[in-house]
């Protein structure tokens, strides 16, 4: 199950978050990320087999550094966009030696806020 990188209960594990920044696929997909992108943009731009792809995006959504969000369209093919969730990442080490994650996530503008506030509520009916 993919985690909401929004929610204030969504903080990956350090080992979750060194592994998927530790890939070199899943930091060229967040080097690529400029922009909202579907997995056949990022794809093309990657230059990473499709099958390879979903997996890394979902590695990066797991450890919540992206965010998934459907691409409403007029044909009804709704398509998947991904977008970097994060602004900064530390790492700190605690004092029983272990390490603990912090993640700066971007300012959530007034409309996505209200469309966070309308999927929570579609969950519930």
Do not use: N
């Amino acid at each position: 199950m993919v985690r909401d990188p929004l929610s204030a209960e969504s903080v990956p594990s350090a080992p979750e978050l060194c592994a998927a920044l530790d890939d070199p696929d899943c930091r060229e997909i967040i080097r690529e990320l400029e922009e909202p992108m579907t997995a056949a943009e990022l794809g093309e731009r990657c230059d990473i087999p499709q099958s390879t792809l979903y997996r890394k995006l979902e590695l990066l959504s797991e450890a919540t550094l992206l965010e998934e969000s459907t691409e409403i369209r007029r044909d009804g093919h709704h398509a998947s966009k991904y977008s970097i969730a994060f602004e900064e990442i530390r790492l700190t080490l605690e004092d029983d030696r272990s390490l603990a994650v912090a993640i700066e996530r971007p300012a959530r503008t007034a409309d996505e806020r209200l469309a966070e506030l309308w999927s929570e509520v579609r969950k519930e009916t």
